[in-house]
T-cell receptor, first 112, second 112 residues
Framework: GNSVTQMEGPVTLSEEAFLTINCTYTATGYPSLFWYVQYPGEGLQLLLKATKADDKGSNKGFEATYRKETTSFHLEKGSVQVSDSAVYFC???????????FGKGTTLSVSS | KAGVTQTPRYLIKTRGQQVTLSCSPISGHRSVSWYQQTPGQGLQFLFEYFSETQRNKGNFPGRFSGRQFSNSRSEMNVSTLELGDSALYLCASQIELSTEAFFGQGTRLTVV
C-alpha cells in the first residue's frame, strides 16, 4: 500500500545550522508530495508542495525536491531559526478518491 | 481570505456522551476532510465530503459520522464516546476532491 516514512526525531539544532529531514514514500502512480508544519497547539500549515518528478517546492527558506528515482522528498533549510521549532510532516496524495497519507512527523527543536 | 474555521477549539466530555464538531472551509472550497491526530497513531483519515456526499472513508467505527451542508460547511459527530477518542480533530478544506489541503486549528477533544 501507499506509505510515507520520515526520519525519527527529535532533531535538535543550534540557530543558523543546516537542516535536513528525510522523507521517502511508497506509492503507485505519480503522487503529489507535501510538507506540513505544526506549531505547538496549532493545526497543520502547508509548507510546500511538488506535484511531479524533479519539481522543487520552496517556501520561507525551506526547500524539497521530488525525486522519483529515489522516491524521496527531503526537506532542507540552509539556516534554521528558533521560530522554526515545530513538528514537520511529510505527506502524499495519490489521486482522485484518495486521502492524504502522512508520515509520523519529525520534531525539530532549535536553540539559540 | 478567511482560513478554515473549526469550533469549538476545546471540548471536555464524559464517556458515553456524544459530541458534534463543526468546520467552515475556505470560501469557494467544496471538499472537506476530517483527520484524527493522536500521539500514538499520528494523523489518521476519517472521511471526506464533496457536494454534500461522503466520497471517501477511513477505517473508523460507525460511531464516527459526518455530514456536509449545501454551503460546504461540515460537521462530524462521535457517539458513545470512549477514552480513546481523546484527540485533536482536524478539518481540511480543499478546492476539489483530492487536491492540496488547508487545515484548521483543530478541536481538542478530551474524554474523561
Amino acid at each position: 500500500g501507499n506509505s510515507v516514512t520520515q526520519m525519527e526525531g527529535p532533531v535538535t539544532l543550534s540557530e543558523e545550522a543546516f537542516l535536513t529531514i528525510n522523507c521517502t514514500y511508497t506509492a503507485t502512480g505519480y503522487p503529489s508530495l507535501f510538507w506540513y508544519v505544526q506549531y505547538p497547539g496549532e493545526g497543520l500549515q502547508l509548507l510546500l508542495k511538488a506535484t511531479k518528478a524533479d519539481d522543487k517546492g520552496s517556501n520561507k527558506g525551506f526547500e524539497a525536491t521530488y525525486r522519483k528515482e529515489t522516491t524521496s522528498f527531503h526537506l532542507e533549510k540552509g539556516s534554521v531559526q528558533v521560530s522554526d521549532s515545530a513538528v514537520y510532516f511529510c505527506a502524499l496524495l495519490t489521486g482522485a478518491g484518495t486521502a492524504l497519507i502522512f508520515g509520523k512527523g519529525t520534531t525539530l527543536s532549535v536553540s539559540s | 481570505k478567511a482560513g478554515v474555521t473549526q469550533t469549538p477549539r476545546y471540548l471536555i466530555k464524559t464517556r458515553g456522551q456524544q459530541v458534534t464538531l463543526s468546520c467552515s472551509p475556505i470560501s469557494g472550497h467544496r471538499s472537506v476532510s476530517w483527520y484524527q491526530q493522536t500521539p500514538g497513531q499520528g494523523l489518521q483519515f476519517l472521511f471526506e465530503y464533496f457536494s454534500e456526499t461522503q466520497r471517501n472513508k477511513g477505517n473508523f467505527p460507525g460511531r464516527f459520522s459526518g455530514r456536509q451542508f449545501s454551503n460546504s460547511r461540515s460537521e462530524m459527530n462521535v457517539s458513545t464516546l470512549e477514552l480513546g477518542d481523546s484527540a485533536l480533530y482536524l478539518c481540511a478544506s480543499q478546492i476539489e476532491l483530492s487536491t492540496e489541503a488547508f487545515f484548521g486549528q483543530g478541536t481538542r477533544l478530551t474524554v474523561v
